[in-house]
């Protein structure tokens, strides 16, 4: 099992930037993806962005628009999602998650059984 926790979340102005970041433990592989998801109220959880862990290729989701940047250190097994220019938008719980072996898409919330408690981002206007 993977055991993932988030930190970083806060409460900010609209145009600041935070960086959340996801230390992974447990058992892993290094085929696996790992991504951020976040759920605003009222809303369905919703991709970001993700990573795989070997090879570092990167996906984000079109409302991103070069605003945010996923990252990882291998070494540390830890996760980042550096938010930039935020917006109350962007408000939500940020959850990281860790998929399978055999990822098929890399947005695919049901191919990452793997999640963190989340950390909330609050973005005022």
């Known amino acids: 099992q993977v055991q993932l926790v988030e930190s970083g979340g806060g409460l900010v102005q609209t145009g600041d930037s935070l960086r959340l970041s996801c230390a992974a433990s447990?058992?892993?592989?290094?085929?696996?993806?790992m991504a951020w998801f976040r759920q605003a109220p009222g809303k369905e959880r919703e991709f970001v962005a993700s990573i795989a862990w070997i090879g570092g290729t990167k996906y984000y989701a079109d409302f991103v628009k070069g605003r945010f940047a996923i990252s990882k250190d291998n070494a540390k097994n830890t996760l980042y999602l550096q938010l930039y220019r935020l917006e109350p938008e962007d408000t939500a719980v940020y959850y990281c998650?860790?998929?399978?072996?055999?990822?098929?898409?890399?947005?695919?919330?049901?191919?990452?059984?793997?999640w963190g408690q989340g950390t909330q981002v609050t973005v005022s206007s």
């Open positions: 447990g058992r892993t592989f290094s085929s696996y993806a």
């Open positions: 998650a860790a998929s399978v072996p055999g990822l098929t898409a890399w947005n695919n919330i049901r191919e990452y059984p793997y």
